[in-house]
C-alpha cells in the first residue's frame, strides 16, 4: 500500500492511500502511479507518507530536500478550571475507592461508598457502648466475610475515616499548587500528596 499526504497550511489534511498495483479485466497488472491519478496542482500539496500513524491534523515540515517531517498535535495545556476539576474528581475517586486494612495477616477490604461509612461508624458506635459484642462479622464482597476482634475492628474504622479525611485534606494543597503553576497536568494532579489506601494493624 502506497500511503501519502495532502499538506494544507503546513498540516496534514487528508490521507491518500493507493494500491501498489491494479488488475485489469484482462488480467495484466499495472503499476498505480500518484501522478497518473491526480492534477499536478493536486500533487505539488502531496508528501509520501508511509509512518501509519500519521493522520489529519498533524504537522508536516520539508526539509531542503523536500522530505516530509511530521508531528502529532499538541494538545492545549488545561486551564486552571480543568486542573481543579481533575482534582476533585481524583478526591472524589480514591475516598470512594475503598480502603484495605491488614489485620493480624489478613487483608480486609472495606467499601468506602457513603452507604458503606455509615455502616461502619454505626458498628463502631456500637462497639464502644456496654456490653459490646467480642468481634464483628464483616462483609467484604458480595460472598466473602472477615471476622474481627472488636478492638480491631474499632481501630480499622478510625483508619478508614482517616484516610477518607485525608483525601479531603489534599485538596488545599493541590489548588493551591494549580494557583502557583506548580501543578500544570493531569499526572501532577495524580502525582500529588495522596493518602495511600491500605494500612496495617498489627
Known amino acids: 500500500m502506497q500511503r501519502f499526504a495532502r499538506i494544507s497550511a503546513g498540516l496534514v489534511a487528508e490521507i491518500l492511500e493507493l494500491p501498489e498495483t491494479v488488475e485489469d479485466e ?6 498505480v502511479h500518484l501522478a497518473d491519478l491526480f492534477h499536478a496542482d493536486v500533487l505539488a500539496d502531496v508528501v509520501a507518507c508511509p509512518d501509519p500513524a500519521v493522520a489529519a491534523g ?3 515540515s520539508l526539509d531542503a530536500a523536500g522530505k516530509a517531517t511530521f508531528a502529532a498535535p499538541v494538545a492545549p495545556p488545561l486551564t486552571a478550571v480543568q486542573l481543579v476539576a481533575l482534582a476533585n474528581a481524583r478526591q472524589r475517586a480514591l475516598a470512594a475507592g475503598g480502603f484495605t486494612v491488614t489485620i493480624k495477616g489478613q487483608a480486609v477490604a472495606f467499601a468506602t461508598d457513603e452507604a458503606s ?13 456496654p456490653n459490646p459484642p467480642a468481634s464483628v462479622t464483616w462483609q467484604t464482597g458480595p ?11 474499632a481501630h480499622a474504622a478510625t483508619l478508614v475515616d482517616d484516610f477518607v479525611q485525608a483525601t479531603f485534606d489534599a485538596l488545599p494543597a493541590l489548588v493551591a499548587g494549580i494557583a502557583a503553576g506548580t501543578v500544570k497536568t493531569e499526572a ?15
Not at 461509612?117 to 457502648?129: S, T, V
Not at 494532579?189 to 494493624?201: E, G, H, L
Request: net charge negative; proline share 2%.
Open 26 to 31: 484482462a488480467g495484466t497488472v499495472h503499476e
Open 58 to 60: 498533524w504537522s508536516c
Open 117 to 129: 461509612l455509615g455502616a461502619l461508624d454505626r458498628k463502631a458506635m456500637r462497639l464502644a457502648q
Open 143 to 153: 460472598a466473602t466475610f472477615a471476622r474481627i476482634e472488636a478492638d480491631d475492628f
Open 188 to 202: 501532577d494532579v495524580i502525582a500529588a500528596a495522596w493518602p495511600a489506601s491500605n494500612a496495617t494493624i498489627a
